[in-house]
């Protein structure tokens, strides 16, 4: 949806319509709504420089151009591209170094707590037979004292 801007008495404002006419034909023809936010953004800086006696400015949203890199550049892009593939294979051994000690770890304390639950329950069974020995003695011992 296009917005009016009133640039009354000024000698750019045909050039202003014409130019973002154009833009917002585009706009509504490609469905790119940023063209449009662009547009306006643009109208209204350009509409209040008028206003206040400073000239027109250019303003363009073409993509940058891409320039040909020289020798010199493409070999430091090289050289750093391979620092980085070096960087990231290096992080990605470590990462996996780290894990495969987690679950080294993992699996040694899993063994240390079977093994400490055994020995819990040995001792538990030690215990229950200490304790029933422990009453078959205080039986008897109460038998004897009870006969004498």
């Given at each position: 949806?296009?917005?009016?801007?009133s640039v009354?008495?000024y000698?750019d404002?045909?050039?202003?319509?014409?130019?973002?006419?154009d833009?917002l034909q585009?706009?509504e023809?490609t469905?790119?709504?940023?063209?449009v936010?662009k547009?306006?953004?643009r109208?209204?800086?350009?509409?209040?420089?008028?206003?206040?006696?400073?000239?027109?400015?250019?303003?363009?949203?073409?993509?940058?151009?891409q320039?040909?890199l020289s020798?010199?550049?493409k070999a430091k892009?090289?050289r750093?591209?391979?620092?980085?593939?070096?960087a990231?294979?290096?992080s990605?051994n470590?990462r996996?170094?780290?894990?495969?000690?987690?679950?080294?770890?993992?699996?040694?304390?899993?063994?240390e707590?079977?093994?400490?639950?055994?020995?819990?329950?040995?001792?538990r069974?030690?215990?229950?037979?200490?304790?029933?020995?422990?009453?078959a003695?205080?039986r008897v011992c109460?038998m004897?004292?009870?006969?004498?």
């Open positions: 949806m296009p917005v009016n801007y009354t008495d000698h404002q045909e050039n202003i319509s014409c130019d973002s006419n833009k585009l706009a023809q469905g790119d709504s940023r063209m936010l547009e306006e953004l109208l209204k800086i350009q509409l209040k420089r008028l206003q206040q006696g400073k000239p027109e400015m250019e303003v363009t949203f073409d993509e940058p151009r320039y040909e020798e010199e550049e892009q090289e750093r591209k391979e620092r980085n593939r070096v990231a294979k290096n990605r470590k996996k170094k780290h894990q495969q000690q987690v679950e080294h770890k993992h699996k040694e304390l899993n063994n707590n079977t093994s400490l639950r055994t020995d819990v329950e040995k001792l069974k030690t215990l229950r037979s200490l304790q029933k020995a422990a009453l003695t205080r109460s004897r004292l009870c006969h004498n």
